[in-house]
């Protein structure tokens, strides 16, 4: 019963994993661009994040027209509601991405202040966040989800870690604020990032049970 | 009859322990057999009081026979049997020596096709009352007008008061059932399918109404229209049949929650259209 209906609920799940990949690529590539230094593609990653902007739009635009044709019920319209919400969150991430390679052509060519190496691991981290909290909502595995929302806990250490490590360094060397400063910010988006997923894992949590949790707060 | 809601969606007004009494209703392990046939089974569920109960199942699933049983309209059907108690107001209504005619005065019912009387609209309002040996002609003035006006139909039609019920449009008769039936100060209006011949317009009307209704009087509605259960009640009850095609309560709670977030896989299944 209700085909068409059917196919468009699974088409939209769908189109949620499309923009997950689009943000996960953001990450990535936002981060490949600060340790590489490659200016070229960090302006590929600002363009990039209006593709995933408009997106966002269209998924919205398709939730509103279900619920305005199809009066989605019970399960359904607590997964089109979750919907509505992760690509709020996953558009946000993509802004923190793009906050990210804005940060590297800020730096352009100036000397680095130090190799970077915990700034790729927060990048991987929360990239694996993301694909297991997608994950989660296609198949409304609670335990899944919440385990993705101790993992944020992982990505604030290695925050603190980049914090301190930084801090030093420009204890040492005034001369790093400036460039040092730019990377505590970089580092700050993926620890938003991670923050968004967690809201997102919240959202599949409300698909399987109809109630809303706030899921261990972060520590920032 | 206790854990009644907390708020009614149309007034968000707190129950008193006078409303509780007045017209408090409920069924208690009832089954209800046409012949070898059962077409109820095992059903037990309170009516909150002063709120709108919506009924919904798939076609054939006993919601109209469960709502007769509320003012003992099956009664009129010879080979009908009910087992279990209905209580209303602290009496089992199934009791011998319940007058039956009273007890329809207190619980009143508005049908699926609008029914007036082939006579005028004031003698269509003014029939209970007249039946219930009222004959002053100011006093059933002013029940007419009260109850036409609770009924949202008097500016409608208070310069034709001598014009035949027929006469006006489908929800304007509808409308004009509901006061027939307020005009015997009802405590329970049971309503099946009363919006089913009605256009979307009249539709919401009669919605309307019954929100106002509300305040007032116990509603039970049983729907085929799931969006207007949504919409009009605050507790929904889910029937289905079970193999032996008798009707059984599925699911009974607040509508925010059924249509949110149901218990019963069964109740998600229908509601979300996948099968009935």
Not at chain 1, 5 to 12: D, G, P, T, V
Not at chain 1, 98 to 117: Q, R, S, T, Y
Not at chain 2, 109 to 128: E, L, R, T, W
Not at chain 2, 235 to 256: I, K
Request: some cysteine; proline content about 4%; aromatic content about 6%.
């Amino acid at each position: 019963m209700r085909k068409d209906y059917e196919r468009s609920l699974k088409a939209l799940q769908d189109e949620v994993l499309v923009m997950g990949s689009m943000v996960e690529k953001s990450i990535l590539w936002s981060v490949d661009a600060l340790k590489n230094r490659d200016l070229e593609l960090a302006r590929q990653i600002i363009i990039g994040d209006e593709a995933i902007n408009q997106k966002r739009f269209d998924i919205e635009e398709e939730c509103i027209e279900l619920i305005a044709t199809q009066q989605p019920m019970a399960v359904d319209l607590r997964i089109i509601i979750a919907i509505l919400n992760i690509v709020v969150d996953l558009e946000r991430i993509g802004d923190h991405s793009e906050g990210i390679a804005k940060i590297a052509i800020m730096i352009g060519n100036e000397p680095p202040v130090k190799p970077l190496i915990d700034i790729p691991r927060m990048a991987e981290r929360t990239v694996l966040m993301l694909r297991e909290g997608l994950d989660s909502f296609i198949k409304r595995d609670v335990t899944l989800a919440k385990q993705v929302c101790d993992d944020d806990e992982g990505v604030d250490e290695l925050y603190d870690q980049v914090f301190r490590e930084l801090l030093l360094i420009m204890a040492e060397n005034p001369k790093t604020i400036g460039r040092a400063t730019r990377l505590i910010w970089a580092a700050h988006n993926l620890e938003r990032s991670a923050d968004r997923i967690t809201n997102i894992c919240e959202r599949v949590v409300f698909i399987a049970t109809g109630r809303m949790e706030d899921i261990g707060a972060s520590k920032y | 009859m206790n854990n009644m809601p907390k708020v009614a969606k149309t007034f968000n007004r707190q129950y008193t322990e006078n409303d509780r009494k007045r017209g408090s209703l409920g069924m208690k392990n009832v089954n209800l057999f046409y012949g070898s046939f059962q077409a109820v089974k095992e059903i037990t569920l309170d009516i909150h009081t002063c709120s709108i109960t919506a009924i919904i199942g798939p076609s054939g699933c006993g919601k109209s026979s469960m709502l007769r049983i509320f003012n003992r309209m099956n009664d009129l059907i010879p080979s009908a049997r009910i087992e279990g108690k209905v209580e209303f107001g602290g009496i089992d209504i199934y009791e011998p020596g319940v007058d039956v005619v009273e007890l329809r005065k207190r619980i009143g019912m508005v049908f699926q096709k609008p029914n007036p009387f082939p006579m005028s609209i004031y003698d269509n309002v003014a029939f209970g009352p007249r039946r219930h040996g009222i004959r002053n002609r100011f006093a059933l003035d002013e029940i007419v007008e009260k109850s036409l006006m609770q009924a949202a139909l008097w500016d409608e039609v208070k310069d034709k008061m001598g014009q035949s019920g027929l006469s006006i449009s489908g929800g304007q008769q509808q409308r004009l059932c509901i006061a027939r039936v307020l005009a015997v100060e009802p405590e329970v209006i049971l309503m099946d399918e009363p919006c089913s011949a009605l256009d979307p317009i009249a539709t919401l009307k009669i919605e309307d109404l019954m929100s106002t209704l509300a305040s007032n009087y116990t509603i039970v509605i049983v729907t085929h229209n799931m969006q207007q259960a949504a919409r009009v009640s605050d507790m929904t009850a889910f029937l289905m049949v079970d193999d032996d095609h008798a009707g059984r309560l599925v699911e009974y709670g607040e509508t925010a929650e059924i249509f949110t977030n149901p218990n019963n896989k069964k109740t998600e299944d229908y509601i979300t259209g996948r099968f009935g």
